[in-house]
């Protein structure tokens, strides 16, 4: 009861301070200012609002009662201060300039001064550096999310964080948790980038409001606002294998309603195989998206407001065989193939009524239905997925604190079948799979700022009930402590778990000749993750120099962990719980400087050691390098007319899969080889036209034949996981895009 006590003390504190004032300044249309400057008259007291144009200010030792607003371009406003505990500034256009003109363009990434969890904010300007074809291209200029392939047949691909699996972070897409089950399989591949407005990364344990995941990060991406997006926006893209992308956007405004139209395609490349071992080095890839996001009002302010998204896509993944024909060749026992179609609808919502500035209510609702059909080899893999997600949030403002509580549920039906169209080698994990997933859950998350705002803290924790596992309790806290304004400190614990949806997550298994074995009911992963970061932002007097240093440590300790057991026989994958020391140790330090305005570095450094204790051995896990390197380089003259961006990756050594009881000529060494990376892009700005080429890879690494007994794809060996680095070499790229933006 005491533990209760403790944690209901938490999120519901009872002490008000009456030395703070809070507010928010806004402009004339109620439109948040971010950044305003808010001071006390004749005093150096004074804040900067956040966010959503809100502040707190401290009234101790303050003799006079004039407390004033001012934003540029807007004229400033002063209010006399009696008994009030919240007031509102609301500044007008100033009309003293004629015409002002802003020049400037917005940092690559952005990292908050005023978020309490610390969150990387990639935008636009970062993603305009690489061709970014897809989510999964997105991060080629960040250190702390890798893109993974898991399967280099079909180059389905996952991000990870910490070292550790993608399914250990959560991806969301406008705040929705539409990457799970069978979508996480292709699904970060399924977004274009051009659909792309932010991504905010963060480290570790997060918020409870979007669940009970999270337990090496967060990935949450933004989509274009259909109200401050261009009006037109096309874009063509191929590469010199000659896969092709095009891209459409249109929005349209009327009124307090806005519209924005999405269409996407990709259409496959050429037969290439470079290797000569009669595989595809890409697969043939076709897909169609189209998508549709309304827009209703304004979130910040008073009264009703709403975004609605619907998605469609389908897509098509043939690999294998240079000579595999998807029609007549499917699950053929003498010409190696994979064949993967997939059909997704869509449908969220994100509706609000903000009752005024310290009463909000807002409803998160999401569904999808995933149908997918696929061939690996002579496996057959027919699968159906619905989901269904809900959460109705309150939000409170008081005092010094921001309460937000609600209601949560999770609703999974899948089903899997599974056959095989031979019986040489002998594999025994034919079926059908069913699962059914209903969890309720209940969440409070409390937000606490302290000593004038130096200090923040978060308490949260939820409660949710599934129908198989029953209760799991999900407790997080944050901390956040401003050391001097550009040096900040943050610190955060919790816990988290899921549950396993063992083969779309795993999808190397049903490629490979490996049996699976199940060895026992499987239960929830579970894991404690805890880190600290620091932050020191700086910049000289002209500007002429600004950047910032960031070192992080973070640890996950797993209670229970499954990861397929591929070293105690070659030829079988082990499924089972593991519950003995699992664990990954995380430092990340980058350094980030923008010269004169027009250069910009960035270097960035990630040791991991990710390991499980098995009797008194310490044994890593495979596909993770201890040690890796990223370097940046950008240049844009002051005009804008053009830019130019590298980036350089150097991987050390990974441990791959133990195959020693494989014959020798199917076996490979314990440890892959360090190798680097380079990839460059230049753009050039014609008004309304931009033209970009690049080179990925230019100094055209590859591993070499990366198929184990490529030679028999029937054999008991054939195996295509002991990938670790790129394997189609080289790849030379030319696009356009073209913009028309709103009058």
Request: a positive charge; charged letters at 20%.
């Amino acid at each position: 009861m005491k533990k209760y006590l403790f944690i209901f003390g938490l999120l519901f504190p009872l002490g008000i301070s009456a030395q703070q004032i809070s507010g928010k300044v806004t402009d004339s249309k109620k439109e948040p200012l971010i950044g305003a400057s808010v001071y006390w008259l004749g005093n150096n007291v004074g804040v900067s609002t956040g966010n959503n144009g809100e502040f707190e200010i401290s009234t101790k030792g303050i003799s006079t009662d004039k407390l004033i607003a001012s934003y540029i371009g807007f004229t400033s406003d002063t209010i006399e201060i009696s008994n009030q505990t919240f007031i509102e500034f609301r500044l007008t256009n100033s009309k003293t300039l004629s015409e002002v003109v802003v020049r400037g363009q917005q940092d690559g990434v952005l990292i908050s001064d005023i978020n309490p969890i610390k969150t990387e904010q990639i935008t636009q300007t970062e993603l305009a550096k690489a061709a970014c074809c897809d989510l999964a291209g997105c991060f080629e200029t960040q250190t702390t999310v890798q893109p993974q392939t898991t399967n280099v047949i079909t180059n389905s691909r996952e991000l990870r964080i910490l070292g550790l699996s993608g399914v250990y972070n959560q991806v969301l897409i406008d705040g929705f948790p539409m990457i799970q089950g069978l979508s996480y399989t292709y699904g970060i591949s399924s977004v274009p980038g051009t659909l792309v407005d932010n991504i905010y990364v963060s480290k570790g344990a997060n918020s409870v409001l979007q669940g009970f995941e999270s337990i090496s990060g967060q990935i949450n991406v933004e989509t274009k606002e259909p109200d401050k997006t261009d009006q037109l926006l096309v874009n063509a893209y191929m590469n010199h294998f000659l896969e092709k992308h095009f891209n459409a956007n249109y929005a349209i405004k009327q009124g307090k309603w806005s519209n924005l139209t999405a269409f996407h395609t990709v259409q496959p490349a050429n037969k290439i195989d470079r290797d000569k071992d009669n595989f595809l080095d890409l697969p043939l890839l076709t897909r169609y998206m189209i998508s549709n996001k309304w827009k209703y009002g304004n979130e910040n302010e008073w009264g009703f407001n709403s975004r609605i998204g619907l998605r469609f896509f389908n897509e098509q993944r043939i690999g294998g065989q240079t000579f595999f024909n998807a029609e007549s060749d499917k699950g053929s026992s003498s010409v190696y193939g994979q064949s993967v179609k997939i059909n997704q609808p869509e449908i969220w919502t994100k509706t609000g009524y903000r009752i005024n500035d310290k009463h909000n209510i807002v409803l998160f609702a999401s569904a999808f239905h995933h149908q997918q059909n696929s061939y690996f080899g002579t496996v057959k893999y027919n699968a159906l997925q619905t989901n269904f997600y809900g959460n109705i949030q309150y939000e409170l403002k008081y005092a010094k604190h921001e309460l937000k509580t609600g209601l949560s549920y999770r609703y999974l039906n899948l089903k899997e079948n599974i056959a095989f169209t031979d019986t040489i080698p002998a594999r025994t994990y034919a079926g059908t799979y069913k699962r059914l997933e209903s969890i309720p859950g209940l969440f409070a998350e409390n937000t606490m700022r302290f000593f004038n705002n130096k200090l923040t803290w978060i308490a949260g924790a939820r409660v949710d009930y599934h129908n198989q596992f029953g209760f799991q309790f999900t407790p997080r806290t944050l901390l956040k402590y401003d050391i001097t304004p550009k040096t900040i400190v943050r610190a955060n614990v919790g816990t988290g778990w899921r549950t396993v949806n063992l083969f779309s997550e795993n999808i190397g298994l049903l490629v490979s000749s490996r049996d699976i074995l199940f060895a026992e009911q499987l239960q929830p992963e579970k894991a404690l993750n805890f880190g600290i970061n620091l932050t020191q932002k700086f910049e000289t007097k002209n500007n002429n120099l600004s950047g910032y240093v960031s070192a992080d440590y973070y640890r996950t300790d797993f209670q229970n962990q499954i990861f397929p057991d591929y070293d105690t026989d070659a030829t079988k994958a082990i499924i089972q719980n593991f519950t003995g020391t699992s664990v990954s140790n995380g430092f990340q330090a980058e350094l980030y400087l923008k010269i004169y305005k027009r250069f910009e570095l960035k270097a960035g450094y990630n040791f991991l050691d990710v390991y499980r204790v098995i009797g008194q051995t310490r044994q890593l896990l495979p596909f993770n390098p201890m040690h890796k390197i990223l370097t940046t380089f950008s240049y844009k003259p002051l005009s804008n007319k053009f830019h130019f961006d590298v980036n350089i990756h150097w991987y050390g050594k990974q441990r791959l899969p133990d195959t020693q009881t494989n014959p020798v000529e199917f076996r490979r060494p314990d440890f892959s080889k360090p190798y680097t990376i380079v990839n460059a892009q230049f753009t050039y700005n014609f008004r309304r036209f931009e033209v970009y080429a690049g080179c990925e890879n230019i100094f055209d690494f590859r591993q070499r034949q990366p198929i184990i007994s490529w030679q028999n794809p029937f054999s008991p060996y054939f195996d295509t996981s002991s990938v670790w680095g790129p394997t189609r070499g080289r790849e030379i790229y030319l696009g356009v895009r073209f913009r028309l933006n709103k009058e």
